[in-house]
């Protein structure tokens, strides 16, 4: 692992000059110049200067909002320029597009408490030479050296990989998700990436790549998440008595046995329309909360547990969700009758409705057993 330094974004935001997928593409690009990648070829789209000039390429407008690299991701839409006759109305389309499909970004800004007017003004696009091809997002995982996530996106692919130490050790969904060939040419595009002087290489960023039939990685996005922070124990027993196994897990806990009060539901519901404390520990209670407060609150969470398995996540949305918080499990801790129980009670008394979880976490294996 690499010594840990400063992100110089972070330390002066203003360098993003507001536009954080323009300016780190053209940053990426200049360090492929400067410093070439011999493995295979990796490149950046042309990024143009202007909509009239993307429209007569067949480019691409893609949001652009300077909180977007250190905060929440998928807020607004990105689209084809030759459809639309002017600027104007690609600003509209992407302020409305499909990705906000609960409504529009006025719900993001009421649950980060954001002017809806400023992040508005805080909007522009940047036009980009459209590639065809797979879309694939890449994180390095957080608690295992060595360990990667890969999730890719096609017509008619979609499916994750996990790697490990060179080896595809779980898979899911449709299309070429073993091929341990293409997984691998992707990670070293995103440690190459992940690298650079600008960044912090301890960081464990979502790289959003996409690869064209001939086998070119092309370089879209860095997303920030987590900071690498491992295990400082190795989980080999199999569960205890009462303990739940995760189906799925990314992140660690400090100690082998931790405690965690984790909230279900809200005893004031009106705290879901307004952000969560930093370090919450939260479990998917079923609700069907909107996609801007999933992924305005990923970020803040400490323990996320979620009573799924793994399904096919491809949005960045739903990576986001997955990936940011500090540990996240798919796992059944409590059963329906227990939820609806809780939730039974929150909403008699207007209490939180909590558990007391043991948790065991290496980041490979997730045990929780419920103490009360």
């Avoid at 130490?165 to 990670?187: C, P, Q, T």
Wanted: hydrophobic share 35%; net charge positive; charged share 25%.
């Amino acid at each position: 692992m690499q010594q840990k330094r400063q992100d110089v974004y972070i330390a002066n935001p203003a360098l993003l000059r507001g536009k954080p997928k323009e300016t780190i593409g053209k940053y990426v690009k200049g360090q492929l110049i400067a410093n070439p990648f011999r493995n295979f070829k990796l490149l950046v789209p042309d990024i143009y200067k202007s909509f009239e000039a993307a429209k007569r390429n067949g480019g691409f407008g893609r949001s652009e909002i300077p909180l977007e690299y250190d905060g929440p991701s998928g807020l607004l839409h990105s689209d084809e320029v030759r459809p639309y006759e002017s600027e104007a109305n690609l600003f509209e389309a992407i302020l409305r597009g499909p990705t906000l499909d609960r409504g529009n970004y006025g719900a993001y800004c009421r649950y980060a408490g954001i002017d809806s007017g400023e992040f508005r003004k805080s909007v522009s696009i940047s036009y980009w030479q459209h590639i065809s091809g797979k879309n694939h997002s890449v994180v390095a995982d957080s608690a295992v050296e060595g360990r990667y996530h890969i999730f890719t996106r096609a017509k008619y692919a979609q499916h994750y990989v996990c790697v490990d130490g060179g080896k595809a050790i779980y898979s899911y969904g449709l299309g070429n998700n073993a091929d341990i060939g293409v997984a691998m040419r992707l990670i070293d595009a995103y440690e190459y990436v992940r690298n650079l002087g600008n960044f912090d290489p301890t960081h464990c960023p979502i790289v959003e790549l996409q690869m064209t039939d001939d086998g070119t990685v092309w370089f879209l996005q860095y997303h920030r998440t987590r900071d690498f922070k491992p295990a400082t124990f190795r989980l080999e027993r199999p569960p205890e008595k009462g303990e739940v196994a995760a189906n799925w897990v990314r992140g660690a806990t400090d100690t082998e046995k931790q405690l965690f009060k984790v909230l279900l539901f809200h005893g004031d519901f009106e705290r879901e329309k307004t952000l969560c404390p930093i370090g919450e520990n939260w479990m998917h209670n079923g609700k069907n909360l909107s996609h801007y407060y999933e992924s305005t609150m990923a970020g803040r969470r400490r323990l996320q547990i979620i009573p799924s398995d793994l399904s096919v996540i491809c949005t960045h949305q739903e990576i986001s969700r997955l990936i940011k918080p500090e540990i996240t499990a798919l796992a059944w801790v409590v059963s329906d009758d227990e939820s609806a129980s809780i939730w039974r009670n929150a909403y008699r008394t207007k209490m939180d409705g909590t558990i007391l979880l043991q948790v065991s976490s290496d980041g490979r294996r997730f045990y929780a057993k419920r103490v009360g």
